[in-house]
Structure formats: structure tokens, C-alpha cells
């Protein structure tokens, strides 16, 4: 199986270490008014199966625990930790790594008219705002968030009461998990911070950075009720969005995976199943509306541009001072507005074409001088579903049908990039190393300590892995969830829904081989280097 030999090849290469490590898609499909294409549940309800495929327990199809599956509002549903392997007394728990999906959130590109009215009674307090800081705190402090650089509406694309009542269950079920029943953190914060034994990373967008707060604060509940007042708030690491591994294509930098995207966009199936959505009345005036508004943004911004070059009476205006040279931002926003940018002309006489007849054109960033495309199904259908998780009312002639066959399109655009090994590869490959040199560094910390070896803390990827880590938290965006199952070849084409999770175990024995056996809730993959 092609899949099964790219991951075998990346995990042999990452950590060839004495471990076993699980990769579980937890959380079922529940987006509200989902199409059924694939036999995994997609409405709301979990299968319960619990069917063992293979004599090996590691391999089995995980489901949430009945109970457990139940809607959490919006597009979630709880989050299930999967048994152990059965059979395997000779293995324990040594490392959790829990890449999660933020909350429910407010449009990232509201539709026209959309205001922050709409959206007031579903925004956090500032009262909540600082509970949650209690929590957790990004680190460095006050970092410079992506929808800073974007100069986007304070509202636009930000975690919601829903969102943080969604990760905050999270942290309690992982709290259920990994301290009550498994004993693998302690209870107390304060001595989970002293002793280093969790880790939490966040994007750099600021629903992410409190959807780690919000998780945080189920783990640890004495951080936000004050019952601890020893306890500092749990950092939480905020990069540069450049070495971001949670983006895709951060900054989009790599213009080998902006080409790739582009030209697997262009396929006749992705092609069709946008032209199905926009055959619908409702939908097809929705994306008119997006447009036309687009188009009026562009050339307000253009004509600015304009007036500020001739202000400076043909000084330099350099484009470089624009932080959203191709209009995207990072996680859904980005993945989504790919086919909007316009492509980057490598012939000097085809950019210059570009340019219009106004003089100050040539101090004007070069992406504003054209016209916007038509947005893409996924930028049309990123609003709808913010509102209808909210039940928010709809834009006029779009119903549960219509979403679904927008959702679709959206779903036929990004199993398709995933279908490409090498765009797999450059979108996840940069996440899937760190997350494996980071359960290496783990396992050899305690191959150190049984053998009474000094052990000094690691570096991976330029940060520090503690030696008593036993908890990694990596709160991302669909588009992280997504690259990372893709590289691992068990992406199975539904979208990852709100405060999904993807969970890899790493057990240990005393061995002197890995096996790796990354699977979803609805495939296998066996993987044995």
C-alpha cells in the first residue's frame, strides 16, 4: 500500500526508536447538515462497533465510547480517547500528543452585511478573557497574532462561548484520561508546571491560542476557579508564523505547493462539484454577493495605494510593507482563498501587463492591480457554517441541502490535494517531523533514565523538549488536521469538524525496533518498517 510505505518511510526516518505509536482521528463528522459519503458516521451519531479488524489490538478502529459521542453544539462532538492496546502488559504509556482543532468560531470572511451585531451574545466576556489567561498564557507574552497582521475586524474569525465550552470539555474528558484513570500528569498544576510534564503549542491567531486556554482550563480547573494560588498559568509556545509546522504553507512561502494547489484545483472533479453548489440558486447569489463585495475591497485599496504613492511624490512605496501580499491569512482562511490569489507572473512583460495606466501603478503592490477571482466554494461555505453552528439565519434560498452540497464541493477541492504525495509531503511532512523527533527525544530520555544516564532536556526544532514531558498539546485549525492525516496517507475526505482531535500515543517497551500503526476511526494502516 502506497500509504502505508510513505508513512513507514517517514516514521523510520523521524524516530526509529522503541516505541508504538497510535494515530487516532477521534471525533466523528457533526457539522450540521452533512452529506453521507463515506460509511463513518457524518450527521452527529458515532458508530459504537467497536469491531477489532486485526489479531493486533494496536490496529483496531477506534469509535467514541457510547456516551461519549453525544453533539456539543455547533459543528463538535466529545472527545474519546481510545483503549489501550489489548494483550500488550509489556507496554506503557509514555508520551501524549494531542493536535486539536480550535472551537467554535465567528467567520473568518464574514458574508456582506455580516456585522459584529450578529455575532455580540456568542463573543466571550472580558471577564471569561481573563479567566482563561489564568490558565494559560501565550509565551512569549503578547505575541504578534496573524489577525494583527491582517488588519482583520477585532470579531472577524474568533473563538466563541461555544468554542471554549467545546476545548474546555476536551481538557475535562483528557483530565478523565490522563489523570484519573491512567495517572500518566499529575493532579495539581502546579506540579504539572514545576516538573514540566506538559507542553502547549498554539498557531498564532488568537481563537487558537484560547482554544488551548480553554482545554487547559478543563485539564486544570483550579487555574481558572483560583483553588491553586501557587500555580502559575501553563505556557502556551506562540511562533513566528514563518516556523509555524501547523500551517501548511506558512506565509505561503513555498511556491512549489501554491503551483501544486493551483493545478490540482484545476481538475475536472473539483470543477464539477463546485459547478453542482453553484447550480443552486441560493448558493450561486451568496457567492455573487461575496464577489462583488471583493471586487470593491481590492479597488478601495488599490485607489488608496494610489493616493499614498503620489503622496510621497514618487518616492518608494515598497510592497513589501504588506503583510497580506496575497490577501490570505493563516489556517481556513489561507487553504480556502488559494484559487482567489491572483497567480505570481514569473515574465516581466506579463507583470507589467498587469499594471494600468496611472502612473503611481508602479509603487502599488502588485496583487491590488487585479481584480479579485470569484471565491471558491470552501471561502463561500466558511461563513455559512460559522452561522448555522451558531443558528445563525441563513442568506436567503440557502438551506440544509444547500450546505451540505457546498461542504462537498469543499471536501472534493482538499481530498484531492491530499491525494498528491508530494503536496502531502509539503504541507504535513514539516508537523510530522517535529511530532516524531518529539516522542523520540521522550522515549530516549526514558531509555536514560532506566539505564541511570545523565539526561539533559532536548531541542527539537530549535525548542526545548523537558524530560518529564508526558502531555503535547497542538491547538491548530482544520487545515493542520487535514496535512497531517494526509502525510500519513489515512485522510479519508471529511472535513475535520470543530474541536476535533487527532491523538498519538507513544508506548514503550524494552525493544530495540518502532512500530508505527497510524489509523483513523474509519481505515487501517498497518505500518512495520
Known sequence: MRAAARATALAAAAAATAACARAIHAPSMAESSASSASPSTRGGTPSHSGVDPTPDASSRVVSPKQGQGRNLGGGAVRFAPAPPPSGRPDLSLALVQVLCRHGDRTSINPLPNETREHWRKHLPSEQLERSLSAAASPSPPNPTLVDQLFNRAAWHGQLTTQGVAQLTDTGRAMRRWLVDDLA???????????????????????????????????????????????????????????????????????????????????????????????????????????????????????????????????????????????????????????????????????????????????????????????????????????????????????????????????????????????????AGGRLLRELADEAHAVVEFMRAERGDGAVDDAVVGGFAVPRTQRLSVYSGHDTSIIALLAVLGVFQGEWPPVASTVVLETWTKEVRSIHWSPYDRVGVVNVDP
Open 184 to 426: 500518566l500528569l499529575p493532579s495539581d498544576a502546579a506540579t504539572a508546571v514545576n516538573e514540566g510534564r506538559v507542553k502547549v503549542r498554539s498557531t498564532g491567531t488568537k481563537r487558537t491560542v484560547q482554544s488551548a486556554q480553554s482545554l487547559i482550563s478543563g485539564l486544570y480547573p483550579e487555574l481558572v476557579r483560583g483553588g491553586d494560588a501557587s500555580a502559575t498559568p501553563i505556557p502556551v509556545e506562540v511562533r513566528e508564523r514563518e516556523r509555524e509546522s501547523m500551517f501548511p504553507n506558512p506565509a505561503m512561502r513555498c511556491a512549489r505547493l501554491l503551483e501544486l494547489m493551483r493545478k490540482l484545483d484545476k481538475d475536472d472533479r473539483v470543477k464539477a462539484a463546485e459547478a453542482a453548489a453553484w447550480a443552486r440558486e441560493g448558493l450561486r447569489a451568496t457567492r455573487d454577493a461575496v464577489h462583488a463585495r471583493n471586487v470593491e475591497t481590492r479597488r478601495k485599496k488599490r485607489e488608496e495605494a494610489r493616493k499614498k504613492a503620489r503622496e510621497m511624490n514618487g518616492g518608494i512605496y515598497s510592497s513589501s510593507s504588506s503583510s497580506s501580499k496575497f490577501g490570505g491569512g493563516a489556517g481556513e482562511s489561507a487553504a480556502a482563498s488559494v484559487s482567489e490569489r491572483p497567480e505570481r507572473k514569473k515574465d516581466k512583460k506579463d507583470a507589467h501587463h498587469l499594471k494600468g495606466t496611472d502612473p503611481a501603478d508602479a509603487h502599488v503592490p502588485k496583487h491590488l492591480l487585479a481584480d479579485p477571482k470569484p471565491p471558491s466554494a470552501t471561502a463561500v461555505w466558511e461563513p455559512l457554517q460559522a452561522r448555522a453552528n451558531h443558528g445563525l439565519p441563513l442568506p436567503p434560498g440557502v438551506g440544509a441541502e444547500d450546505l451540505a452540497l457546498i461542504r462537498a464541493a469543499a471536501e472534493t477541492r482538499h481530498v484531492h490535494r491530499a491525494a498528491s504525495s508530494e503536496a502531502a509531503s509539503l
